[in-house]
């Protein structure tokens, strides 16, 4: 049957309207492993929702600083973080010493930059939490689906904003919606749909609590996830100030409620 709509084509339009070349994930490493750093109990849960077997191998592609590794280390025989950051790596070493965790392997490299069988062995599970960089987004889901010998975990968004502050933020802001829309799970999942891979779907509202040690460590976080000019810089940060509390340990908490999507399949049973 003739493709009516080319998903791929609409992934590489948005993948073009909000590619930030000056994104630099080394300088941004350490807020990053501080604010993932507290979300265990969604992390475990994600981990369980595997189905894991002692004796797996796991792809954990753009594994940043660890913020899944480390349980998926405690659930399988041997983790392979492949992570293009250096920054990102310090602290992924780190979390995983920490953890007590020696049954992995880092590959410091970009997935497109990377050969399957070469550079990286095909896995069990290979498992990929928000970290789709791809251009092209059918290239590189068919060399995550060769990457794997028996199923493949996807972690996206659903909704118009892969991450997105408080409403009233962007309303004080006086950004559009529109300009902060962003790909969501719906595109990979037909993009599979195309190639013959009928994945499975799941989503649900989500909620997640970050924790900042003041109010300006909460601004800076937001300030250094998008472009915005010094005005608005003032603005976030007179908006952390209004709005968030310390707890009984003197830290700022934060909730962002969102819908978050696992798109999965298994080698055998997807086609």
């Known amino acids: 049957m003739m493709d009516i709509v080319d998903y791929n084509r609409i992934w590489r339009i948005f993948r073009k309207k909000h590619t930030n070349p000056s994104f630099n994930w080394d300088k941004r490493a350490a807020s990053f ?10 992390v475990e ?47 992924f070493e780190e979390n995983m010493t920490n953890a007590g965790m020696v049954n992995y392997s880092v590959v410091n490299k970009t997935f497109e930059d990377t050969e399957i069988g070469t550079d990286i062995p095909v896995h069990d599970v290979v498992f990929a939490s928000n970290s789709l960089g791809f251009d092209d987004l059918r290239a590189g889901l068919e060399k995550l689906d060769s990457a794997a010998k028996k199923c493949v975990h ?19 802001l006086g950004t ?33 609590n970050q924790t900042y040690d003041s109010t300006d460590d909460a601004a800076d976080f937001w300030i250094e996830r998008g472009n915005y000019t010094d005005d608005m810089q003032d603005v976030i940060r007179e908006y952390m100030e209004d709005t968030l509390t310390s707890d009984e340990n003197g830290r700022f908490l934060s909730q962002r409620s ?4 696992r798109i999965w399949w298994e080698k055998e049973d997807a086609r």
């Open 33 to 42: 492993n501080k604010v993932v750093s507290g979300t265990s109990a969604e």
């Open 45 to 91: 849960k994600t981990v369980q929702s595997l189905g894991l077997l002692p004796t797996d191998t796991v792809l954990d592609m753009g594994a940043g600083t660890g913020r899944y590794a480390v349980s998926l280390a405690q659930n399988a025989a041997h983790v392979t973080a492949l992570e293009p950051s250096k920054g990102m790596l310090a602290f």
């Open 154 to 172: 996807i972690l996206w968004f659903a909704g118009p904003a892969r991450h997105i502050p408080d409403p009233e933020l962007m309303k004080r």
């Open 176 to 208: 559009d919606m529109s300009d902060t829309a962003a790909p969501d799970y719906i595109i990979i999942a037909n993009v599979l749909h195309q190639m013959g891979i009928y994945a499975n779907v799941s989503v649900e509202k989500t909620v997640q």
């Open 258 to 261: 969102y819908h978050a999507a």
